[in-house]
């Protein structure tokens, strides 16, 4: 029969066997987060829909093109969340942490969901885990941040990813800069794929991104907009790169990287893996010191990352980096008859209080089905409850893995699978 419900297109089921890599990854990164000194926070999933308008930029394809935004039921115009940041920044500004110790450092992952076209790594709902350090604009916040999510990548055993970094300036050098791109694709424009018209119109910089093969020459040849910094933003950025190269994390100058948010200022960074293609970056952020202020705050300097979990689960499978298991089930307690069905539940309940996972055979299988049952849930032990074993109150405690079986006062169970040296002989 065919399925009458499917998953939305772009969207996953995380099942138990997948679970491993998103405890992994995400512990790692929580732990990671604790050594550096930032704090977890969490944030709706949906907010008023101008928030990312204006934060994350309306010309932007993620506010043009993939925002799911709605009207509710009492009219308000909402969006379910298509970053992390704005929401970060929002709840800064409204629960005044800007009384707290600059900068303030916070971690969340979540959902998040943006209209892309689904593909390998490419989803409508993803999820995020990303840091923000709001308050304070020195470089070495923006060296911190980038060692974070290169420590994280390490911790998670990556080998051959890429950084890349660039600056793309501010307020005062960028549109300097804007005047040179323009300039220098105005006289091109009949060479550029519609696209790119578009964007010489309402997102200069965004040509930069652009992944048409057309347009990769012209991209090539632009002015770089490192020669444009003006002098702050120049040293900014070499005392970054010195930080980085003092603590020995390699990057390559991107002078193209622009990323698709419009609040970035000065610093970006990506991470890619050495598979080509838009969906593999697997990390990215940068400064947005423009921010806070354009959500109604004071002036305040931001920076920070996100990293998608499904890509790294997916580049961590690609490059065969095996996560830990999770704990196997201990024992599964099988039965021969209906009245040796209670004693073995009480059983599983005991151990279960004994912090031993316990499971019992359910409903009326054989004890053959039940032992092939304890086999496919990859326990460690069996016990089995059968008439013999009943009256005496005992079990017979197998081992699965070598068959290693020995009959053993039910008050001793656990003392056995827990030690399970003494006792054991083997299967004749
Ligand atoms: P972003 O580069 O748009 O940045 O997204 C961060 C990461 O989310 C990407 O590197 C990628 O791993 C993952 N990602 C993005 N879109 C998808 C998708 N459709 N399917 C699967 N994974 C995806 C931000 O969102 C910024 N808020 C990062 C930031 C934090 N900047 C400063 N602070």
Redesign the pocket.
């Known amino acids: 029969m065919p399925l009458q419900y499917r998953a939305p297109r772009g969207t996953a089921d995380i099942l138990p066997e997948e679970q491993p890599y998103w405890k992994h990854i995400l512990g790692t990164a929580e732990r990671l987060c604790q050594l550096f000194g930032y704090q977890a926070i969490e944030t709706p999933i949906f907010e008023e829909a101008s928030l990312f308008t204006r934060g994350v930029g309306e010309t932007t394809d993620i506010v043009q093109k993939e925002m799911y935004a709605f009207r509710d039921r009492g009219g308000d115009e909402l969006a379910l969340r298509p ?3 704005a929401g970060v920044c929002r709840a800064y500004l409204q629960n005044g942490m800007h009384n707290l110790p600059q900068p303030v450092r916070l971690y969340y992952s979540g959902p998040i969901f ?1 209209y ?1 076209r689904p593909q390998a ?3 409508r709902q ?1 999820t ?1 885990f ?1 840091v ?1 350090a709001i308050g304070e604009a020195d470089a070495t916040v923006d060296a911190e941040i980038i060692e974070l999510l290169w420590r994280l990548y390490e911790e998670l055993n990556f080998s051959n990813l890429t950084l890349q970094l660039n600056s793309i300036g501010d307020a005062n050098c960028r549109p300097v800069y804007l005047r040179v791109l323009r300039d220098y694709y105005g006289e091109r424009l009949s060479q550029v794929c519609d696209e790119c018209h578009g964007r010489f119109e309402r997102n200069p910089l965004r040509l930069l991104d652009c992944k048409e093969e057309r347009c990769q020459p012209i991209i090539a040849a632009a002015p770089p907009i490192t020669d444009h910094l003006c002098q702050e933003c120049a040293d900014h950025f070499s005392r970054l790169r010195q930080y980085l190269e003092d603590i020995y994390i390699p990057y390559i100058l991107n002078p193209c990287l622009v ?3 419009d609040y970035y200022t000065r610093t970006v960074f990506e991470v890619t893996p050495p598979e080509e293609g838009a ?1 593999g ?6 400064r ?1 010191d423009g921010l806070i202020q354009e959500l109604g705050g004071k002036p305040t300097p931001g ?6 979990i ?2 790294i689960v997916l580049n961590l499978k690609r490059q065969k980096v095996p996560v830990p298991e999770p704990s196997p089930l201990v024992i599964f307690i099988a039965y021969q008859t209906a009245a040796a069905r209670f004693l073995a539940f009480q059983l599983a309940s005991a151990l279960r209080r004994a912090d031993i996972s316990a499971l019992v055979a359910a409903g009326d299988r054989s004890l053959k089905a039940q032992m092939r049952q304890a086999d496919a849930l990859g326990a460690r032990y069996a016990a089995i409850i059968g008439e013999r074993e009943l009256p005496q109150g005992t079990v017979v405690l197998r081992r699965l893995a070598d068959g290693w079986q020995d009959t053993v006062q039910l008050g001793a169970v656990a003392r056995h699978v827990q030690d399970p040296a003494p006792g054991f002989r083997p299967v004749p």
């Open positions: 970053e992390g940041t943006r892309d790594g490419r989803y993803h995020q990303g923000e990323r698709g948010l969906q970056t697997i990390g990215g952020g940068g947005y920076i920070g990352f996100a990293t998608g499904e890509r």
